[in-house]
């Protein structure tokens, strides 16, 4: 409707209704309406046709995601004997070997962890085992949930204090003895003959580190400490390719100023990607009572950093992480 047309029909009006009617035209036109519902057209044809082919992939997915719910059924199928067993047992040993079988299949699933070393875990007596630190430490919860399976016993660990106040993780750990690490708790747990999984670098190095590695100890010696005076062996640990399942923004100023003000880990998390997870354990750096904590720190981190520089390849990256899935077995030197 031209100009000319919309002003005629306004003058004409002869009631409301014609006039009302007579507005809405204009509108319509004003607006571009008209070309609005070409463009829906458009899209509902664009829909019809796509959305059988959309079916047609996202089917597959559905399929894979049934396998793997399978393959991970199977996981826990051929564990029932334990299972059963450590019921009869306890009530918690039966739901950590449940859970740990759980994880022990996803850690095979999504990432074909494997674990070097594990002979060096003691079967009885106890050991401080010192890792470093992802940005989600998914690579230590496949590690504890192999010492479950393979060596019977439960490693306890020291996570950061911000851990204990998330809603409903509590009954969480006190099943698998999280503390959250004061010296005297962890020496407790030490003379009583338990494993202990600390991580110096903590939350500053989840946030911080990056493809690099760079280990963000610090001067924290507290560990060392710990190992001394309850006179245990140190066992340093490291997971190939930890950085490329999950990394962190923490290395933007802001996150890097939220943390460092409010001690508030707030930076966030991505990724979640299926690359190769491979844990290596180090020899372990036996009791020494004449050397002190600043030196036996200074030792653990050269062994971690060892351990870095022989199974990581730095700067890291994700897609040859992935390619890494198809490798064959790996040479462990």
């Not at 199977?74 to 009530?91: F, P």
């Not at 809603?167 to 503390?179: A, H, M, R, T």
């Not at 690099?212 to 309850?230: E, M, N």
Request: with cysteine; net charge neutral.
């Amino acid at each position: 409707m031209s100009d000319t047309g919309n002003q005629s029909c306004l003058m004409g009006a002869e009631d409301t209704v014609s006039f009302l009617v007579c507005v809405f035209h204009v509108w319509e036109e004003w607006a571009g309406l008209g070309q609005v519902e070409d463009y829906l057209s458009v899209l509902e044809y664009l829909l019809w046709v796509f959305t059988p082919l959309a079916i047609v992939f996202i089917l597959p997915f559905l399929i894979v995601i049934l396998l793997y719910l399978s393959i991970l059924f199977l996981h826990v199928y051929k564990r029932k004997n334990q299972l059963r067993e450590a019921y009869c047992n306890n009530l918690w040993d039966g739901a950590r070997k449940t859970l740990a079988t759980l994880w022990d299949g996803h850690g095979a699933i999504w990432h074909g962890y494997e674990i070097y070393g594990m002979e060096k875990i003691p079967d009885k007596g106890a050991a401080l085992i010192v890792y470093y630190h992802g940005a989600i430490p998914i690579d230590y919860y496949y590690f504890l949930a192999n010492v479950i399976i393979q060596k019977g016993r439960t490693c306890h660990s020291v996570a950061d204090h911000f851990l204990f106040k998330i809603p409903g993780f509590k009954l969480l750990l006190e099943v698998f003895s999280v503390i959250h690490g004061p010296q005297e708790e962890c020496v407790r747990a030490l003379r009583s003959g338990h494993l202990l999984g600390i991580s110096p670098g903590g939350v500053r190095e989840a946030l911080f580190s990056d493809e690099t590695y760079p280990l963000l100890w610090g001067k924290r010696k507290g560990f060392a400490q710990v190992a001394i005076d309850s006179k245990v062996p140190v066992i340093p640990m490291f997971t190939q390719n930890v950085r490329e399942g999950f990394r962190s923004l923490g290395t933007l100023r802001f996150f890097r100023w939220v943390y460092e003000r409010f001690r508030l880990p707030a930076a966030p998390v991505y990724g979640g990607f299926p690359v190769k997870f491979r844990t290596f354990l180090g020899d372990p750096i036996p009791y020494d009572p004449n050397i002190n904590a600043t030196e036996l720190a200074e030792k653990v981190q050269q062994a971690v950093q060892s351990l870095i520089d022989q199974h990581q390849q730095i700067p890291g990256n994700i897609l040859r992480a992935l390619l890494e899935r198809f490798h064959s077995k790996y040479k462990c030197d």
